[in-house]
């Protein structure tokens, strides 16, 4: 990305030129037709369209009244995308050359018709297409016009998704789970999201196309292709004037389409369907919540409590000229979906925007106000007044009046800055701000932190980190070698006891094989729990008193080394242990899963899912590949499995 250079005396980056009026956001709602006409025959519609802006539906409490609502605009079952782009999404477009942001979203149930309004079809285009081929119409325009001349305007794009609160980047699927970010100015980015330029229609299908395809669908009861996952698409524009002071104006425009709400009672989803369905219902709540908060004007509005409104933090109560387009569906068995949607489109029509004009001044006429390399230290006493200190970035270019000597003090700057800018109303700013920092310096005050003082104390801070690890480093050898020489003790009472054990071999006719005096075993066998207290009884007279507490207190910790522990099976009883387990888990119902240990309701439900999915399990090792399992869980699963069937 282009880096803007830092500039004294101007105003600050990102700083609204002229606010605009407070506009509300722009609510219109799309009746889609009935999919099946069967359903038109037999019960008729629930809802239907009074004008162009009102709209009626069933009373559920009493069905001879009805309820009215009145938005923005209304498009009936008739309408064509054509006709919902020019009345409600084409005015906004020309703010993002005036350096405003604007928003477009879709919002209403599962199977309404949200991405048809969107995207459309090659036939029928939708939102996407057509406003941003009217963008590369209006640079066009724009620079047919004399205002040309003078700037250069470009445009980019990003796309990416939020599926289960994880921000993907649909352009390069390789960056997962991207974080979201707020700059010092309150706008919000995505680090590391992928950036593309376009300067046509042609390049924007070219990237948007296999972009589409990344996008998480799945087939419901509701829905052939049900988006699983809200997209983003942003488009941003940037007008830069060629000469000085170099004014750049940058637009955003977010076009987005929601995933619906869904009722999975009647979508039938489990599995990984079903913990898709919670995280869209999850975000859909909070977009609520920051709605009603925004209406009641509480001091917090929760944007922060999903990745989804953290992205709506201008769209929603922001700086943005925002269209939300509600889409409902006029079957009786969506009336509870079109009465929620209707009441949240009422509340979101209340929701006051405020949008105004993104400018940057980029300037490079301050260099001969750099300050000089020899500064005079008046604050210390000391005998040495001249002293060359290493001046910082921001020093060099925000203080040119801080420190200097009388000659740079009496340079007549009205003239310099005149002759650098021709608008003398910039000029005349510029040197009002010159004289206040003069001022406040005047005065002891510090006029910017200094990062080189910052970069100094974080290096110290390294050094000291890197000595501790170096002790740490030192103190873990000695450590490892203590634990070697007690290792060794151990292995020698070990077999000592071994020795004393043989003794008591009579004792135990249970299936018990102890080592005897020509050498350790081959083979061991798993007992019992009170048959190994037993043995363990018998085998702790020889041992000294350190080492028995020791193993004393393993055992009462349930050995937090469980590595291994498959040593002490037999291959054939490991094996058959494994084999009845992975019959269960390719094989077993919902009631037969939750008998294995640790696997509860959740867990049993999340493999039958993946198992519909994916097809059987090779080995019980695969439950890694279902969300929620990890190694260590895998490993103490099997033990606790294995040594259960063993006992029994």
């Known amino acids: 990305m282009e880096t803007a250079k830092r500039v004294s005396i101007m105003e600050a ?30 019960q008729g519609p629930c809802v239907r369209g009074l004008d162009s802006q009102c709209l009626e539906i069933i009373n559920w409490k009493n069905q001879l009244e009805t309820l009215q609502y009145q938005f923005n605009a209304f498009y009936g079952e008739d309408s064509t995308q054509k006709e919902i782009y020019t009345g409600s999404i084409e005015p906004i477009l020309p703010h993002l050359l005036n350096g405003q942001n604007a928003s477009v979203f879709a919002y209403g149930p599962t199977g309404a018709g949200k991405t048809h309004t969107m995207l459309g079809s090659p036939q029928q285009p939708g ?4 406003a941003v081929l009217a963008l590369f119409r209006m640079t066009q325009a724009e620079s047919s016009s004399r205002n040309y001349e003078q700037c250069d305007i470009s445009i980019s794009m990003s796309y990416l998704e939020i599926y289960q609160e994880k921000v993907l980047d649909l352009l390069e699927p390789k960056n997962q789970d991207l974080p979201i970010r707020e700059d010092t100015g309150k706008n919000i980015f995505i680090p590391n999201l992928t950036q593309k330029t376009i300067s046509s229609f042609a390049d924007f299908e070219k990237h948007f196309i296999p972009a589409s395809q990344n996008r998480t669908v799945a087939c419901t009861k509701m829905n052939d292709r049900s988006s699983r996952s809200h997209s983003v698409l942003l488009v941003k524009v940037k007008k830069k004037e060629r000469f000085p002071p170099f004014r750049q104006l940058t637009g955003k425009m977010y076009l987005i389409d929601l995933a619906g709400s869904e009722d999975n009672r009647r979508t039938g989803n489990q599995g990984i369907r079903l913990k898709e369905s919670g995280a869209i219902n999850s975000s859909l709540f909070v977009l609520s919540k920051v709605v009603d908060a925004l209406n009641q004007g509480l001091p917090r509005i929760p944007y922060r409590d999903s990745k989804l409104t953290r992205l709506f933090l201008d769209s929603l109560g922001g700086s943005a000229h925002s269209v939300m387009i509600t889409n409902i569906a006029p079957e009786h068995r969506y009336y509870f979906d079109t009465l929620t949607a209707l009441n949240f489109a009422a509340r979101s029509k209340q929701v006051v925007n405020r949008p105004f004009t993104r400018e940057t001044i980029q300037a490079t006429a301050l260099a001969p106000l750099k300050r000089p390399q020899e500064e005079t230290d008046t604050s210390s006493g000391s005998s040495a007044l001249h002293k060359k200190k290493p001046k910082t970035e921001v020093e060099e270019e925000l203080s040119p009046g801080a420190k200097e000597s009388p000659e740079a003090k009496e340079l007549p700057l009205s003239s310099l800055l005149n002759q650098e800018y ?18 406040k310096n005047a005065k002891g005050i510090p006029l910017l932190s200094t990062p080189k003082r910052e970069r100094q104390a974080l290096l110290k801070v390294l050094e000291e980190n890197q000595q501790e690890i170096q002790e740490l480093k030192k103190r873990q050898k000695e450590l490892e070698e203590k634990t070697l020489a007690a290792e060794a003790l151990l292995q020698q009472s070990r077999s000592q006891s071994d020795l004393n054990a043989s003794d008591s071999e009579n004792t135990f ?15 061991a066998i798993v007992f019992p729990l009170q048959v190994c207290n037993r043995v363990e009884n018998t085998q702790e007279k020889g041992i000294p008193l ?8 393993d055992t009462m910790e349930g050995s937090k080394n469980e590595q291994g522990w498959d040593i002490n099976m037999r291959v054939d009883m490991l094996e058959k242990g494994r084999r009845k387990i992975l019959d269960v888990l ?12 640790m696997i509860g309701d959740k867990k049993a439900k999340l493999i039958i899912g993946w198992r519909e999915v994916n097809g059987l399990f090779a080995k019980v090792e695969d439950l890694e590949k279902v969300g929620g ?8 699963f099997l033990k606790a499995n294995i040594l259960t069937s063993a006992a029994c």
């Open 422 to 439: 021709k608008n003398p109303a910039v000029a005349e700013r510029l040197l009002k701000l010159n004289k206040m920092f003069l001022k």
């Open 13 to 42: 980056q990102n700083q609204p030129k002229k606010t605009a009026s407070p506009a509300n956001v722009r609510v219109v709602v799309r009746l889609r037709p009935y999919m099946h006409k069967d359903d038109q025959k037999q």
């Open 629 to 636: 399992f990890s190694e260590k869980f895998i490993a103490s």
């Open 509 to 523: 006719k249970d299936g018990l094989r102890v080592a005897t005096r020509c050498g350790p075993r081959k083979q």
């Open 127 to 130: 939102v996407i297409p057509r």
């Open 546 to 553: 350190l080492i028995r507490e020791k193993r004393k207190k």
């Open 586 to 597: 390719n094989s077993g119902a919902l009631k037969e899963l939750k008998c294995l240990q």
